[in-house]
C-alpha cells in the first residue's frame, strides 16, 4: 500500500462550488507539503505544514494537518477554472526537505 | 530571481543510449533533489546532493547516477535507458535550514 494515500483521486466541481482533498500518511509526519502541478509540468510549492493542528491559508486554499491521524486536507473555497490541475501532498520522514515522499495526485477539474 | 532551471524541457532516446539531464539551483540554495514521475503517480524520489555530497539515494538501479558541481548545479545520468525509464525528472532545490523545496520545471525523456 502507498506511504501517502490521497483521496479522492479525482474530483469535478462547478465553478464556485467548495472542495476538500485529504492526504493520509501511515508513517510519522514531520512536515507535510502541497503541491499544485499542472499536466505534464513542474510542481508548484503551495504550503508546508510541520505542527500539529497547524493551518495555513493562501488566497482560496487552506491547508491542515493533523498530526493524530496522520492527515492533511485542502480545502478550495469558490473554486475558479484556475484551480484546475493535479494536487499533490508530499510527507517529509525524517525533518528534512530534501527526500519527500509523494501520494499519487487529486486530478481537480473545474467546469465554469 | 530564476527559479530551478532544467535543460533539455522534452528528450527522445532509443533504448540502450545514455542520458544527461542538467538543474540549476536557486541562487542560495546549496541542496539539489532529483525526482523521477512516471505517468499517473508522484514524484518518487532518485538523489540528494548537498555540497556536492550525495546526501540520499533512492531505490534506483546503478544505471542512475548524479553529481554537483562547485555553483552547485547538478546533473543527472541515465545509463543504458529502458523503455520503462520514460518519465518526467524533476529537480527540486532547497536551502540550508528552509522548509520549502522548490521544483523546476522538468525534462520529459521518452525513451522508444
Known amino acids: 500500500s502507498q506511504e501517502l494515500e490521497q483521496s479522492p483521486q479525482s474530483l469535478i466541481v462547478q465553478e464556485g462550488k467548495n472542495l476538500t482533498i485529504n492526504c493520509t500518511s501511515s508513517?510519522?509526519?514531520?512536515?507535510l507539503y502541497w503541491y499544485k502541478q499542472k499536466y505534464g509540468e513542474g510542481l508548484i510549492f503551495l504550503m508546508m505544514?510541520?505542527?500539529?493542528?497547524e493551518e495555513k491559508s493562501h488566497e482560496k486554499i487552506t491547508a491542515k494537518l493533523d498530526e493524530k491521524k496522520q492527515q492533511s486536507s485542502l480545502h478550495i473555497t469558490a473554486s475558479q477554472p484556475s484551480h484546475a490541475g493535479i494536487y499533490l501532498c508530499?510527507?517529509?520522514?525524517?525533518?528534512?526537505?530534501?527526500?519527500?515522499?509523494f501520494g499519487k495526485g487529486t486530478l481537480l477539474t473545474v467546469n465554469p | 530571481d530564476a527559479g530551478v532551471t532544467q535543460s533539455p524541457t522534452h528528450l527522445i532516446k532509443t533504448r540502450g543510449q545514455h542520458v544527461t539531464l542538467r538543474c540549476s539551483p536557486i541562487?542560495?540554495?546549496?541542496?539539489v533533489s532529483w525526482y523521477q514521475q512516471v505517468l499517473g503517480q508522484g514524484p518518487q524520489f532518485i538523489f540528494q546532493?548537498?555540497?556536492?555530497?550525495?546526501?540520499g539515494r533512492g531505490n534506483f538501479p546503478d544505471r542512475f547516477s548524479a553529481r554537483q558541481f562547485p555553483n552547485y548545479s547538478s546533473e543527472l545520468n541515465v545509463n543504458a535507458l529502458l523503455l520503462g525509464d520514460s518519465a518526467l525528472y524533476l529537480c527540486?532545490?532547497?536551502?540550508?535550514?528552509?522548509?520549502?523545496?522548490?521544483f523546476g520545471q522538468g525534462t520529459r525523456l521518452t525513451v522508444v
Open positions: 541562487s542560495g540554495h546549496k541542496s
Open positions: 508513517k510519522t509526519l514531520y512536515g
Open positions: 505544514l510541520q505542527k500539529g493542528g
Open positions: 527540486a532545490s532547497s536551502s540550508e535550514g528552509g522548509t520549502e523545496a522548490f
Open positions: 508530499g510527507a517529509d520522514r525524517g525533518g528534512s526537505n530534501y527526500k519527500l515522499t
Open positions: 546532493y548537498y555540497e556536492k555530497e550525495e546526501r
